[in-house]
T-cell receptor, first 111, second 115 residues
Framework: DQQVKQNSPSLSVQEGRISILNCDYT??????FLWYKKYPAEGPTFLIS?????DKNEDGRFTVFLNKSAKHLSLHIVPSQPGDSAVYFC??????????FGQGTRLTINP | NAGVMQNPRHLVRRRGQEARLRCSPM?????VYWYRQLPEEGLKFMVY????????ESGMPKERFSAEFPKEGPSILRIQQVVRGDSAAYFC?????????????FGEGSWLTVV
């Protein structure tokens, strides 16, 4: 049972435009959400997080939006840069730091 | 400030051998987690440990897998009698404390190949 889903395996965006990565979850008990970026043969790198009591968190070019009623969150990257090309994982916190990850979305930024 | 250190980065084992993966958390972090990533899949939680204690091992296979985080030294993930299906990337992560809101930082991973 996949509690965190990233339905788009891949996304291609022009450099300078906005990248929007989506994530859906089923467990209403999740109370903290995180986005990680991963390059091949490396570990995930923390990007940005959001608590369930908020609906938006912004950090530089990265903004995460949370819609609790829809059980949906999204990561916006603007403007997109070539170095943003990576696999992005959405994760949800299920108490005591046990993270549940989505399958990942491979983002490619085209010059 | 060194990050989460994992070794070996790559490990090849024959079926039936044992694999030991080591993880040193970030300085000041007392909570360690192990995750596994199978090819083309997301990361799956395996186990959460504090010093000398296993807090949550709900993601660990029932047999052949064990984990420890001794008072001194790194955390160890041990896989006995490896099979081909154990081939995966194993990621260790650490955090300064438990509780919601503490970001978990990952190591570079250990890639296990069973031949």
């Amino acid at each position: 049972d996949q509690q965190v889903k990233q339905n788009s395996p891949s996304l291609s965006v022009q450099e300078g435009r906005i990248s929007i990565l989506n994530c859906d979850y089923t467990n209403s008990m999740f109370d903290y959400f995180l986005w990680y970026k991963k390059y091949p043969a490396e570990g995930p790198t923390f990007l940005i997080s959001i608590s369930s009591i908020k609906d938006k968190n912004e950090d530089g070019r990265f903004t995460v939006f949370l819609n609790k009623s829809a059980k949906h969150l999204s990561l916006h990257i603007v403007p997109s840069q070539p170095g943003d090309s990576a696999v992005y994982f959405c994760a949800a916190n299920q108490g005591a730091q046990k993270l549940v990850f989505g399958q990942g979305t491979r983002l490619t930024i085209n010059p | 400030n060194a990050g989460v250190m994992q070794n070996p980065r790559h490990l090849v084992r024959r079926r039936g051998q044992e694999a030991r993966l080591r993880c040193s958390p970030m300085k000041g972090h007392s909570h360690v987690y192990w995750y596994r990533q199978l090819p083309e899949e997301g990361l799956k939680f395996m186990v959460y440990l504090q010093k000398e204690n296993i807090i949550d091992e709900s993601g660990m296979p029932k047999e052949r897998f064990s984990a420890e985080f001794p008072k001194e030294g790194p955390s160890i993930l041990r896989i006995q009698q490896v099979v081909r299906g154990d081939s995966a990337a194993y990621f260790c992560a650490s955090s300064p404390s438990g509780g919601v809101g503490n970001t978990i930082y990952f190591g570079e991973g250990s890639w296990l190949t069973v031949v």
